[in-house]
């Protein structure tokens, strides 16, 4: 199951770009927010003779967007992160973008070209960029990933358990609480359903005799015990992100093998009352 993107528009620096909603710049303050307070710990694996410390983002847009409602233009998270990371004084060593779409992905290595970023390219669907970086990034290096996708189905669980190979990775993670929460009905009836990819195996697990509210808790619960089983540990907190009317739009978690990481997802986030998943 696939989500249509919106088209291309041209973007404020003569490159591809494009429209959204004015959530965006939420989203990217908690990555901005995340890779500044952890710089400390990113330098430590910075410099000559050191393993390089990673950023990848295998759903990167083309780098540049323009807000809806207000016209204001604003960095793709790709660009985002290398230039807190450049703020900082803790650049990354390299810079792994993909995007399934191959307009999107060079309009985003072409921005990060020019600001004399470290960039890779990583070609084709984000499983095959996931298995690719997995390979290639240095095994004792320090590696975060962005997770990004368009739709919940996008999510691959393939992903994230390419990305568990890794001995040190962080993974931001977004997944979509509109899909969890207008689509369960065609996900619980569709034979190829966003969930099989997102949560392989959930039909077994699951007993879809359960109230809507109950089979959405127990998706992401069985999912989040995939990725533990991967030995990597989900957040017990996720920023939600609204839109404009404070409808719930998705989810933001740290997945790390690292308790550093999540002191510093907790600090990052300033974790509200703002209620739970289904609460």
Not at 14 to 22: F, I, K, N, S, T
Not at 226 to 253: C, D, F, H, S
Request: with cysteine; glycine share 8%.
């Amino acid at each position: 199951m696939t989500t249509a993107r919106a088209p291309l528009i041209k973007g404020d620096d003569g490159l591809p770009a494009e429209e959204v909603g004015m959530w965006v710049k939420e989203k990217h303050s908690y990555l901005r927010r995340y890779l500044d307070i952890s710089s400390s710990a990113r330098k430590k694996y910075l410099g000559s003779g050191k393993a390089g410390a990673t950023f990848v983002d295998l759903f990167s847009g083309p780098g540049r967007a323009r807000i809806r409602d207000t016209g204001e233009w604003i960095d793709g998270s790709a660009i985002a992160a290398w230039k807190i990371s450049v703020g900082g004084t803790s650049e990354f060593s390299q810079v792994y973008v993909a995007d399934i779409d191959q307009e999107r992905r060079e309009a985003c290595i072409e921005r990060l070209r020019r600001l004399r970023a470290p960039v890779i390219e990583l070609k084709g669907p984000a499983v095959d960029a996931a298995q690719a970086f997995a390979k290639s990034a240095p095994h004792s290096g320090l590696h975060f990933g962005f997770l990004d996708p368009y739709s919940l189905g996008a999510l691959d669980f393939q992903i994230i358990r390419a990305l568990s190979t890794l001995r040190r990775i962080d993974m931001l993670i977004h997944f979509s609480a509109m899909d969890l929460q207008r689509n369960l009905d065609r996900n619980m009836a569709s034979e190829e359903s966003a969930f099989d990819s997102f949560a392989p195996g959930w039909r077994e697990k699951i007993d879809l005799a359960h109230a809507q509210q109950e089979i959405r808790r127990l998706v992401v619960e069985y999912w989040r015990e995939l990725v533990v089983a991967l030995g990597v540990w989900p957040a017990t907190e996720m920023k939600l992100i609204t839109g404009k009317n404070k409808q719930r739009l998705y989810w933001l978690l740290l997945a790390a093998k690292h308790e550093l990481a999540h002191r510093f997802w907790e600090t990052a986030a300033n974790v509200e009352r703002q209620g739970r998943l289904f609460g």
